[in-house]
């Protein structure tokens, strides 16, 4: 799910311009291919639909690619995330491209996977709407 060659800081910055149009927040999810939280993260994120029309309504949504530990932690510690302490980690840009949530994912956490309605309720108490 993650873009490995992917230009994050130009991504973000794109996501960013496109929330300011449609007045919407910016989701990033910081993460890697290797992490199994971050494919069950994203798995939430596009097949459970809830979750997926509540990210669709508020946020332009935008993963970015920490390989291992490696890449992006600049721009992770622009916005006061630091990817090295567990991955996936969300980050809600406004519209304006500053962070106004850093959230460890484990709180979202329920078993082997992440709950939907604690997704969803982070989701809608960050929409800043």
Known sequence: P??????????????VAQAKKEKKQVLVTLGANWCGW??????TFTKDEKVSAAIAKSYVPVKVDVGRMTKNLDLAASWGADPKK????????????????????????????????????????????
């Open 86 to 129: 567990g991955v996936p980690l969300l980050v809600v840009l406004d519209a304006t491209g500053k962070a106004v949530k850093v959230q460890d994912t484990e709180a979202l956490e329920a078993g082997k996977g992440h709950d939907p309605a604690k997704v969803i309720a982070f989701l809608e108490e960050n929409a800043g709407r």
């Open 2 to 15: 993650y873009d490995e060659a992917a230009d994050a800081k130009a991504v973000v910055a794109a996501a």
């Open 38 to 43: 971050c494919r069950s993260l994203d798995r």
